[in-house]
């Protein structure tokens, strides 16, 4: 009897564990990586074909390789150092120039498939702050120019130690498992009902632009929620939505002014600054009219949030006629009066989703510690915020940014001085200087 009880106990509980482990395979399985050469090494001294490095060129740029892996502030492109900060601790990026030492030299090329489109490297796997959950969707010719580029920049000795989380998130084999419940483990498949343009601004969006990485609010353990491309928290900001809410999202937005935020880091609304200005630097500027107008294409299809415009604040309330006062003294010579900013210049309120978002942090951290807008070629003159965290008490910060999100058509919910205070210690930001 107790011999029966123990197969009746045990055989189940083994056919749960093959299963498991079959989709934890699964989940890993990086087959479709062996179309790459296993022989070559990075820092061999082969050349690269010459057009398949301007190709390459061009993914890295649509991927923004160089914003996670070059240091702030330093020339040496690819060579690592950018501290990211995650929920669970701070993770360095690591050197992925041709040094054999201290960067990807003595990668193979399948090595290389194997790390960008299934966090898998040699020396263990990835963590998912390298997006490799969206560049699973890399064709094998994009990975192809992609490793030709990489292969033809410069080594750099630079030795970065790039898991710096705590116990025990910093077991990289956890990540494993983190693959089996969020990793979409798929390569693009195009629409056959949609248009080409449109199939490349998916592609685009969903693979080598990884705008889900930033746009899409994460779960506890970091995998992407359902609410695709309907804005997220991001290391002290907000990520606001690019799905097509009217309200918080691009739902008002055309496509050429989406193509042209894009391009510039502005178009007339609103002005990219903070994380996207980086992104719009380094990334979206490179690419063709044609891209950018695919992506447009295909984010204008995005369903929305179901986020409505709240009713504003009566222009009597007091923290409106507060915030009107901080207003006029300190935003309206740049803002203009009527929250239009200056085209191309300082960006506008009136009718900007980003200011209506439900979250306000990139707000309050921008009048706290300032910013600036993007610095493209189409748009080199980059206007500066300044910080006025040194002269707006807690109380005057949140009345000026709630009668910004409550005025000229805006409605949003007001801002607290409890929140600015806690994004002002957050930030280590000044106090006011009496």
Request: charged letters at 15%.
């Amino acid at each position: 009897m107790r011999k029966k009880t123990i197969l009746g106990l045990g055989l189940p509980l083994l056919a749960i564990a093959v299963a498991a482990g079959g989709l934890l395979y699964r989940a890993n399985d990086a087959a479709r990586d062996r179309v790459a050469d296993d022989r070559l090494k990075t820092a061999d001294a082969a050349p690269p074909d010459a057009a398949a490095i301007q190709r390459g060129a061009y993914v890295a740029a649509t991927a923004d390789c160089a914003a996670c892996h070059t240091a702030p502030g330093s020339a040496q492109a690819f060579a690592g150092g950018y501290p990211l900060k995650t929920p669970f601790g701070v993770l360095i990026s690591s050197n992925i120039t041709p040094d054999r030492e201290t960067g990807i030299g003595d990668w193979t090329e399948r090595d290389f498939f194997r790390a960008v489109r299934h966090g898998q490297s040699p020396h263990g796997p990835l963590y998912a702050a390298m997006p490799y959950n969206a560049y699973v969707k890399l064709t094998d010719q994009d990975m192809h120019d992609l490793w030709a580029y990489m292969r033809s920049q410069a080594p750099v000795h630079n030795h970065i130690v790039s898991n710096q989380l705590p116990f025990p998130f910093n077991i990289r084999l956890l990540n494993l498992g983190w693959n089996l419940l969020f990793f979409d483990n798929h390569p693009f498949q195009p629409k056959g009902e949609q248009s080409a343009e449109w199939n490349r601004g998916a592609y685009l969006v969903d693979g080598p632009g990884h705008c889900a990485a930033c746009h899409t609010a994460k779960n506890p353990l970091g995998g992407d929620s359902s609410a695709y491309l309907q804005g997220g928290p991001l290391q002290g900001w907000y990520a606001p939505e690019i799905a097509n809410n009217p309200h918080v999202g691009l739902g008002a937005w055309t496509v050429p002014e989406i193509a042209q935020y894009l391009k510039t880091g502005s178009n007339g609304r609103a002005v990219a600054s903070g994380p996207m200005a980086e992104a719009v630097e380094n990334s979206t500027q490179h690419l063709t009219d044609a891209d950018l107008v695919a992506i447009a294409t295909y984010l204008r299809t995005v369903p929305g949030s179901n986020t409505q415009a709240p009713g504003p604040l009566a222009a009597d309330d007091a923290r409106m006629r507060r915030g009107a006062q901080v207003y006029a003294v300190n935003c309206s010579a740049c803002h203009e009066g009527r929250g239009q900013g200056v085209a191309d210049m300082v960006t506008g309120f009136a009718g900007n989703p980003a200011v209506q978002s439900a979250n306000p942090d990139s707000l309050v951290q921008t009048l706290l510690k300032g910013g600036r807008g993007a610095v493209t070629e189409a748009n080199p003159t980059g206007a500066g915020m300044p910080a006025f965290g040194w002269k707006l008490n807690d109380a005057d910060a949140a009345a000026v940014l709630t009668f910004i999100r409550n005025s000229w058509g805006n409605a949003a919910a007001p801002v607290t001085a409890d929140q600015v205070a806690a994004t002002r210690a957050a930030l280590g930001a000044p106090a006011v200087v009496k």
